[in-house]
Structures are given as C-alpha cells and as structure tokens.
C-alpha cells in the first residue's frame, strides 16, 4: 500500500520570505510520480509542481521548487517570494502502479502581510 | 480545450433526497475517477470507470452508491437516500489513457 504523509498542519510565512512544506511518502513502486496540489477556499485543485521519480533533478516552476530525496522517500516543496494569493491548503500526491491518486492529508499555508 | 466540468458545483439535499452529481471529462479523455474530500482531509478514491465499464470501484461504499459513464454523455455518481455523513466535495477527474489527471473545479454536496 502506498502511503503520503504530511507532519504539518497549517504553516505561516511572511509575505516575500521563504517556506517549506514537508511531505513523506511510501511505496514499493520503482517508478512513480509525485505532485503537489494548491487547493485555495475556491476548492479548485491547481497542480503546481511535478516530479517523475526516475529524474535525480529537482524540478521547479518559478518561485516553486521541490527537494525529492528518493532514498529517504522524501518530498518537500519550496515556495520562494511567497505571495498573499500562495495561502491555500497545499497536498502532497503520488501516482504510482495503479490508477489511484493518494493524497497527504494537506498543510495549510497561511501568508503573512 | 475546456477542462473537466462537473455540475452542478453545489448541491443541497434533505436527508433520505437522492443526490446525482455530472462530470463531463476533457475532449479525448476517456477514463474518468472519481475522489470524495471529507472536511479538513485529501481526496480519497472512489471509483474509477471507462465509457460503459467500471474498472475499480472499492474506494466507493457498497450502499447508496453507485456510478456510471455511458457511452453518450457525462459520467454520473449517485447517492440514494443521502445521510449527514455524505456532505463533502465530490471531484471528477479524467485522463486520456490512465495516466496523468486532471481534475474538475469539484461539487459541493451539503446534506441538511
């Protein structure tokens, strides 16, 4: 069985500084892939970052970066410059063997001004 | 190409109402999945279908449940005789072939 887990609850940063949300995973899959999902009060799922595990480099977008420890089944997302429309409840997913997403039980960001 | 469309996007029903939920998936795609979100929690998978065929429904309860995806038209999730307990958002997601997701804006299902 796969699992996500996300050890942080809510997480607060100020505005223009820089925060990092945690997220571990298991699975018996060699291949997979990870995502993290920004869910803002409008409830829309806005996929904001992916990483194939086969790809040592980290992958980024824009102010969105990831460190994937693939060893220590690790997954944290960084979010640089943050800005007020970044709060949002952010989850971690992975995809892998099936066709099921398992989602983490999310981190809520709250941005300071 | 417009996104996956679900309606409506809230719903309210009375206790023992049957509630029925539509979900058109992408132009092309498919595969269509279905995912429940509690309040305060993830998705979680219900069930998975292709056009006429349910694949993999073990995340959807066995009672009061059910789902469809005709070959004409969009893919249907019923809950008969809804109870407080099934109030969340219901989210559709399709794919082309299986592989990545792409999930709709989601329906609100409040249970009064």
């Known amino acids: 069985a796969q699992t996500v887990t996300q050890s942080q609850p809510e997480m607060s940063v100020q505005e223009a500084e820089t925060v990092t949300l945690s997220c571990t995973y298991d699975t018996s899959e060699s291949d997979y892939y990870l995502f993290w999902y920004k869910q803002p009060p409008s409830r829309q799922m806005i996929l904001v970052i992916r990483?194939?595990?086969?790809?040592?480099q980290n992958a980024t977008e824009n102010r969105f970066s990831v460190n994937f420890q693939k060893a220590a089944k690790s997954f944290s997302l960084k979010i640089s410059d943050s800005q007020l429309g970044d709060a949002a409840m952010y989850f971690c997913v992975i995809f892998s063997g099936t066709y099921k997403y398992i989602f983490g039980t999310g981190t809520r960001l709250k941005v300071l001004a | 190409n417009a996104g996956v469309m679900q309606n409506p996007r809230h719903l309210v029903r009375r206790r023992g109402q049957e509630a029925r939920l539509r979900c058109s998936p992408m132009k092309g795609h498919s595969h269509v999945y279905w995912y429940r979100q509690l309040p305060e929690e993830g998705l979680k998978f219900m069930v998975y279908l292709q056009k006429e065929n349910i694949i993999d429904e073990s995340g959807m309860p066995k009672e009061r449940f059910s789902a469809e995806f005709p070959k004409e038209g969009p893919s249907i999730l019923r809950i008969q005789q809804v109870v407080r307990g099934d109030s969340a958002a219901y989210f559709c997601?399709?794919?082309?072939?299986?592989?990545?997701?792409?999930f709709g804006p989601g329906t609100r299902l409040t249970v009064l």
């Open positions: 990483q194939e595990a086969y790809k040592q």
């Open positions: 997601a399709s794919s082309p072939a299986g592989g990545e997701q792409f």
